[in-house]
Each structure stands twice: as C-alpha cells, then as structure tokens.
C-alpha cells in the first residue's frame, strides 16, 4: 500500500511505518544468525569462527546494495512527496536496471577475490576452505541481494513498510529449515548454510520484484523514460557517497576482525556470536534512522519542514526505548545469549562463550549513543545532506579502527570491544550537533 507521510499526526504515522520495518529487521537478522546457530550446534566452533571470518566481507558487499538502497530512496521519496510520479516512476526503474548491472559485476569480482581477502585477513588455515565456499556461494547470490534491497526501498519511499515485511517473514523461515536440512539432515557442513540463504533469498527477489512491477504500474503518471543517465546521476549523488561510507565502515571492520582473527579460533568464535547479535541491535536503529530518512525525504518535497523536525523526536524516542530494552537483555542474559550459538554441554566452547559475553557486556550499555546517532545521520540524508552523516561515519569508524589497534596490544581482545563505545559516543554527539545546527532550528537544511 502506497503511503502519503506528508499529512496527518507524526507519531503514530511515523510509528505506524516503523514497527513493519523493525520486525523485518527481527527476520532478516535470523538469516545470518541462523547460519552461526546451526553451524555451531550441529557442527562446531571451528564452523561458527569460519562463518564469522566471511562475515565482515559479506558486508562490503551488503553495504553496496545499502547503499543503492539508500540514494534511491530519497530520490523516490523527493519526487513522490512532490506528486512528480513521472520521475518518480523514471527514477524506480533506472534504480532496479543499475542495481542488476552492478550486481552482476560484483559475482564475478567476489568469485575471483574471495580467497585474497580472507589471506590478507589472516584466516586460520583450520577454517579457511570453509569460510572461501561460504563466500563463494554467498556472491552467486548478490544479484538476488540487490534486487531485494533495492525493492525494499522503493516500497518503504512509497510508504509501504508492510509488503518488505510478508517477504521476509516467508523467506527468513524458509532460511531456517533450509539451514536444518542441509546441515542436520544432509551433513553439508558450512557451504549448506550458505546454500540455505541463495535459495531462500533468490525466491524472495523474485517475488519482491513481481509484486513491485504490480504495484508501480497501477501508479498513474504521464509517459516515463525506463532509464535516465540523468536519474542515474540524481541517484548516485546520494548512492555513491553512501556506498563509500557504508563500505569504509565494513573496510574498517575487516581491519577489526584481522585482530581479532590474531587473538586466537576462541576469540574468533566468540566474536563471531557476539557480532551477529550486536548487528541486530544497530541494524534495529539503522532501521529507525532510514524510517525517518523517508518521512523526512516526503516532507522536504512537500515543503513541510515543521514535520521533519517532529520526525526527528519521534525517531529519537523510539531509537532510546528500543537502546533501552537491548541493553537490558544483552547485559543480563549475555552468557545465555552467547550459548545459543554453541553446546553448552561442550567445555571446549568455554573460552570463546566468554569472549562472547565479554564483548556484549562491554559495548551494549553503549546502545543509546549508536541509537540517537543513526536517528539524527537518517534526518541528514533525507534533507540530502549526505556530507554531514559521512562525516559522523567516519569519525565513528577511525576512532574505532585506530583505538582498536592502539589497545589490543595492551588488554588483547579486551582493549578491541573498549573501542566500539568511545566511536559511538563521539560520532552521536557530532551528528546531533550537526542536525541541530543544519536543521533543528532553522527547519531546513542549509
């Protein structure tokens, strides 16, 4: 369904729009953990710490299809706010015909570079055929991956958080038993959970973009151009600068995690369970942040600039009430949470369960300053101002990377979790300042 955000109380619209999203965030999450899960009950550690080792260069290829996300999204938003359905329609569908092309470049660059990465990353020789067909499969994926993200956001500029939602729910559970099968039933070890996600995630694009096509054409506009090297460049002055900043920060990770894989297969593991379920707390508030994002997007085209500074409580508060219950959860049950993604009867798992719960009880206190820094980073970029939320991510991102490896060598994997709260901190107070400075006072970007 096809939502005006530009009329009607801010709240309970913008709360109405969020929860849709923050359950597809529930499920989309259960890809990635359900892989660690089965890998690491029904195979072992060396099998979590091999998914965990592929892990942060999935997310250079997940943060490009974010970031395409992302510059369509306030384009599309811009224009429908704006009642320009033309460009509106122009700019959907040069969206999706960019987004196939550069997913099938980025197969063949994954394919042929995957087993470099994971050297230069110090991949542990007793895990490292596992992590490179893991990732080998993961790439033949991407096209699906892109096409999905990117439907996800043309529906969510539409105001259609509920759609993304219904295909998630079907495919994270198709993921789950798919992961069952090909691990506990058919013993194919870790390429199986790999397998699991491109089936099910091949099935949801498909359907994803059926239903898109439907749904566009039935939006009434004047004749459209299908692709626009014009759009193209619209989009990707917002898509660019956000695939970089996205990408710098999963770059930045793989520098975390070489330090990581230098404290040893139990920090390794640990880490591997610990960062899966840090990722489904930022993504929560990344959830949040790009909710607002389209709210603020649909207004600034429709000239409601008292709105954007509404949207922007509103995002605050529901950022602090979900910071509030993570923090909760993951301080008091760490080691029960740890324990989901290993035997607990298997003493061999102590030392990386409590690498695990050490990371969790260290960063997760911390959630509140991430949560308030995506909040305000969201408002920027539907503004279009994509310089100052850039700004904010790098400063997040080199305070971690260079704290990081200034510490290790003194509190080892201990001095590399004390680095996540000091960038979060800093970053948040920066882009609050930013947002008041640019928007919150004077109700428009300058």
């Known amino acids: 369904m096809v939502k005006d955000m530009t009329k009607g109380a801010v709240a309970p619209l913008l709360i109405r729009f969020s929860v849709p999203l923050l ?7 259960l890809y990635s953990i359900a892989d ?26 997940l943060s490009i299809g974010t970031g395409m996300n992302i510059g369509c999204s306030v384009v599309i938003s811009t224009f429908f706010g704006a009642k320009d359905m033309k460009n509106m329609k122009t700019a959907v569908f040069t969206s999706l015909i960019s987004c196939f092309v550069l997913g ?34 993961y790439v033949f994926g991407l096209v699906f991956l892109f096409i999905y993200n990117i439907c996800t956001g043309i529906f969510t500029s539409l105001g259609d958080s509920r759609t993304p939602l219904y295909f998630l729910i079907g495919s994270s559970l198709g993921n789950i038993l798919l992961d069952i099968l090909f691990v506990a039933v058919i013993p194919m070890g870790v390429p199986g959970t790999a397998w699991a996600t491109f089936i099910s995630q091949g099935i949801c694009a498909v359907l994803a973009f059926s239903v898109l096509l439907r749904r566009i054409s039935k939006i009434e506009a004047p004749e459209f151009a299908y692709f626009e090297w014009r759009m193209l460049g619209r989009i990707s002055r917002l898509s660019v600068p956000s695939i970089l900043q996205q990408s710098f920060v999963s770059v930045g990770n793989l ?23 840090n990722t489904f707390a930022v993504t929560c508030f990344s959830t949040v942040g790009n909710s607002v994002s389209s709210f603020t997007a649909q207004n600034v085209g429709a ?26 959860v993951y301080v008091i049950f760490a080691n029960e949470l740890i324990y989901i993604f290993m035997d607990s009867a298997d003493i061999n798992n ?46 997040d991102l080199i305070l971690r990377v260079v704290l990081a490896f200034l510490l290790c060598p003194h509190f ?3 001095g590399i979790w004390m680095s996540w709260p000091i960038g979060w901190s800093v970053s948040a107070i920066l882009s ?15």
């Open 412 to 414: 080892g994997a201990m």
């Open 255 to 277: 520098f975390i995690q070489g330090l990581v894989n230098s404290c040893g297969l139990d920090v390794m593991a640990g880490y591997s369970s610990a960062i899966k379920l």
């Open 104 to 137: 099938v470049f980025l197969t063949a660059v994954g394919f042929f570079t995957s087993g470099i990465f994971l050297e230069l990353l110090g991949t542990d020789a007793a895990v490292f055929k596992d992590a490179q067909d893991y990732l080998n499969i």
């Open 36 to 61: 660690s899960v089965i890998a690491g009950n029904f195979i072992n550690k060396d099998a979590l710490a091999a998914i965990g080792a592929s892990y942060p260069i999935t997310m250079i290829f």
């Open 432 to 446: 609050n300042v930013l947002y008041f400075a640019k928007v919150g006072r004077k109700g428009r970007s300058s």
């Open 350 to 395: 102590i030392g990386a369960a409590d690498a695990g719960v050490h990371f969790l009880t260290i960063v997760s206190p911390f959630f509140l300053a991430v949560g308030l820094k995506l909040n305000s980073d969201g408002l920027l970029r539907g503004t279009g101002d994509v310089r100052s939320f850039m700004i904010t991510t790098f400063t």
């Open 23 to 29: 359950v597809s965030v529930i499920f989309q999450q």
């Open 303 to 328: 000239l409601e600039y008292d709105r954007v500074r509404k949207g922007y409580r509103v995002g605050a508060l529901l950022a602090a009430g979900i910071a509030a219950v993570f923090s909760l």
